[in-house]
């Protein structure tokens, strides 16, 4: 008899022994059951793994197997119970990212998320540009593997310095790049260093990547270099990631003076600073260079992301990097990847070549400055007992404390039911956070109308916590 037979043959006799039996009843032992069936060690251990594959008996290291408890399914249902095993606890957690993304149903007013309304989306041009695109040559073929030469750079001029085309690659935007540095700059579950509160995305990421998230505290003028140092030389990381202008949630913007001292503190820890200029084409005054200009020592990955300022399918971003770290992103991005489909780089090529670029910033940059001031306004008229951290100069957000007495989960809660969508302030924070605090969006709702009956359920949700 060959062993597949005798291993089909015992599970089948398993099977019928099992129908007789209630669940969470011992079967025999192995040893038993080579003795009363005649059969090998490994003839019964297979057959247990069918039979445990099938759902019909539960194994238990140093006991033996069990009867499965029985489950009922509906006709059309199938069960995946098995799959808790497999995975273990290797969990993601997107749940503040995923509430960012999520579209508001109908009814109520985004005072969430990140990207432009569609109505200060250049989306004409766009689509103009990628019209364009199609006619180029070789559109459909393989672009360079770290991005078109022309992309990168257009990405090295934007940010400036001594930065060359060569430094420059071209990744699929700014959440990838936060991905790709994460995971070559650090060591899973090595400590990394972000300014609290932060961006909930890239707190996903870095744990995602198996880091270890810690806070340095900021004020109204950015991250502390002073406590920066300090958490360098308490934990020995050796990443930081930070948002030097127009920081996400609180719209900080840091000095030339800060930047200088945070890449000296980053260079005397022998470490990397991760700079997200997420918002650089966000501001309406003139700020410092990007810290990546001032970095002589390759200490700073710059990330420079067309999404938040075209739209969130223009999945596209250029990260600046020298040295081993970066060949070490060149190497997830090819791994993971591959490349950037070559036409959204000719498409993004077309676009900021054309005074359709030049245009769109600055009738975005008058909107955005219209929509702060009107959103500023309603939340001193209808919330006067909430306190705005500052009123940033540019950016999308407004950072906000509750009254200490608050409930935040109560009030965004309520605020729902209310029909306005607010951020919970929880999310931003790598540990516990300070107080209840809200972020409220100005670039998301339809119009600044909207902002102004926003605030209106908001604060009516407030008051009625």
């Not at 957690?93 to 995923?98: C, L, P």
């Amino acid at each position: 008899m060959n062993d597949d037979s005798s291993i089909a043959r015992l599970a089948a006799t398993l099977r019928e022994e099992i129908g007789r039996l209630r669940p969470g009843d011992r079967l025999p032992s192995s040893r038993e059951l080579v003795r009363l069936h005649n059969v090998s060690p490994v003839t019964v251990s297979r057959a247990i793994g069918r039979l445990s594959a099938e759902g019909r008996v539960i194994t238990k290291p140093g006991s033996g197997a069990y009867v499965a408890p029985t489950v009922t399914h509906g006709a059309d249902s199938t069960d995946m119970s098995w799959q808790t095993v497999a995975l273990g606890d290797r969990v993601v957690d997107d749940s503040g990212v995923n509430g960012l993304l999520t579209p508001p149903p109908d009814g109520v007013i985004p005072l969430t998320g990140g990207y432009l309304n569609p109505a200060l989306r250049p989306s004409r041009a766009l689509s103009a540009a990628a019209s364009r695109a199609l006619r180029r040559p070789d559109v459909w073929e393989m672009p360079p593997l770290t991005g078109s030469a022309e992309l990168r750079r257009w990405f090295a001029q934007e940010v400036g310095g001594d930065v060359t085309p060569s430094d420059v690659l071209v990744v699929s935007g700014g959440q990838a790049a936060l991905t790709h540095a994460f995971r070559s700059l650090a060591a899973p579950q090595t400590p990394v260093l972000v300014e609290t509160p932060t961006y909930p995305g890239a707190l996903a990421a870095a744990r995602a990547a198996g880091l270890r998230a810690t806070a340095v505290p900021m004020d109204r003028g950015g991250v502390r270099p002073e406590l920066l140092a300090e958490a360098f030389a308490v934990t020995g990381a050796r990443v930081f990631l930070c948002q030097p202008t127009l920081h996400n949630p609180t719209g900080a913007t840091l000095t030339l003076e800060r930047r200088e001292q945070v890449l000296a503190i980053a260079r005397a820890a022998g470490a990397f600073v991760i700079e997200d200029d997420y918002a650089r084409y966000f501001s309406t005054f003139p700020v410092p260079p990007p810290m990546v200009a001032l970095d002589a020592h390759g200490t700073v990955v710059h990330i420079n992301s067309l999404t938040k300022v075209l739209s969130p399918s223009m999945r596209l971003a250029g990260v600046v990097a020298r040295g081993p770290a970066a060949r070490r992103l060149r190497a997830s991005q090819l791994v993971e990847s591959f490349f950037v489909a070559r036409l959204l780089q000719e498409t993004v090529l077309e676009f900021v070549s054309s005074s359709a670029w030049r245009r769109h910033l600055a009738t975005l940059g008058t909107e955005l400055t219209l929509r702060r001031d009107t959103l500023t306004a309603a939340l001193a008229a209808r919330m006067p007992a909430a306190e705005i951290h500052l009123v940033p100069r540019g950016g999308l957000h407004l950072w906000v404390r509750l009254p200490a007495e608050e409930d935040e989960d109560v009030v965004v809660e309520a605020a729902r039911r209310a029909g306005v969508l607010v951020s919970p302030g929880r999310i931003y924070y790598p540990a516990e956070s300070p107080g209840p605090r809200v972020r409220v969006t100005h670039s998301a709702a339809v119009h600044p109308a909207e902002l102004v009956e926003g605030v209106r359920r908001l604060a009516t949700a407030l008051d009625a916590s």
